[in-house]
């Protein structure tokens, strides 16, 4: 048995930037609001993953949780009412195995066992017209089930 462990925390900064419409003479903003949290707000500050790795006999399971921190999301109006704050989730992975011989292995598994996924937005914007946020750090999709079949030479 395999015990891991893993945890990061982040935080972006910008320091500073020069407003591009004094630069480039136009009304069109390179660095908005959008842009900015694009660097600073759409990743989550932490993300823990806590791992499990079992082989008894020719059974292998590998159980993965990962909690992804919160996150932020913003519209490029200034209406900050459409900004959107999506809370911290916890993902569950799971991969069940079983060696037919040496070198054949079968294998059913999950990414995202419990089909999360992040709050609805509510109303969509010109930017957010999709139902999830577009940048969830374990998508918008739900959950991957699988089955696999390898063969190591």
């Known amino acids: 048995m395999k015990w891991t462990a893993a945890f990061n ?32 707000g ?9 791992g499990g790795d079992w082989s008894i ?11 992804y921190g919160s996150y932020k999301e913003v519209n490029s109006s200034a209406n900050r ?18 060696n037919l011989s040496k070198n054949l292995n079968v294998a059913i598994g999950a990414k995202n066992l419990f089909d999360i996924y992040p709050k609805k937005q509510g109303v969509p914007s010109s930017t957010m017209v999709s139902s999830y946020g577009t940048y969830s750090p374990y998508g918008f999709t ?12």
């Open 57 to 67: 006999e020719r059974f292998n399971l590998n159980l993965a949780l990962t909690r």
């Open 81 to 98: 009412d459409l900004d959107r704050v999506y809370s911290a989730k916890w993902i569950t992975d799971l991969d069940l195995g079983y």
């Open 142 to 153: 739900g959950g991957y089930y699988y089955t696999r079949l390898t063969y190591a030479f």
């Open 9 to 40: 925390w982040n935080q972006t900064k910008i320091l500073s930037y020069k407003e591009s419409t004094s630069i480039l003479g136009t009304s069109y903003e390179l660095m908005d609001r959008e842009a900015r949290n694009l660097i600073t």
């Open 42 to 50: 759409v990743q989550p500050r932490t993300k823990l993953i806590l």
